[in-house]
Every structure is written in structure tokens, then in C-alpha cells.
């Protein structure tokens, strides 16, 4: 007997979600990047330039936490 394909669903959608993950994670490293700060250089890409406080509401990280990671990068 099978498991009910909401089942399978969802273990697919976790593994998929884990290798996507794993996968930012390993090309941030490629690059010398936080995984946090690989993700504000896609936001800023996709979306162009934006205020501190609006990289912050969308990378879910206070404004402090915004100016100390473009001082880093």
C-alpha cells in the first residue's frame, strides 16, 4: 500500500526546498558571500535599487543588519 500523495508531496517539496538551500549556500561560498548576502545581490537584481529599510523587510533583517552587510560587501 502507497502513501497518500499529499504525503509524497510534501516530502518532495522538502527536498527540493533543502537542495535549493544547499545549493545557494555552496554558490555563496563559490563567490566568498554569506548565503544573506548572496540573497540581497538577487533582490537587488531582480527588483534594482531600493532603500535600506526595504532590503531589510524583504531579506527579513533589521536596517542595522542591512547597512553593516553592504559595508561588508
Known amino acids: 500500500m502507497s502513501?497518500?500523495?499529499?504525503?509524497?508531496?510534501?516530502?518532495?517539496?522538502?527536498?527540493h526546498t533543502s537542495a535549493v538551500l544547499r545549493h545557494a549556500a555552496a554558490t555563496a561560498k563559490r563567490m566568498g558571500l554569506e548565503a544573506s548576502e548572496l540573497a540581497a545581490l538577487e533582490h537587488l537584481q531582480a527588483a534594482g535599487p531600493m532603500t535600506h529599510k526595504r532590503l531589510g523587510e524583504r531579506l527579513s533583517i533589521s536596517p542595522g543588519a542591512v547597512t553593516a552587510m553592504i559595508d561588508r560587501l
Open 3 to 15: 502513501s497518500p500523495p499529499e504525503i509524497k508531496l510534501a516530502d518532495l517539496v522538502r527536498e
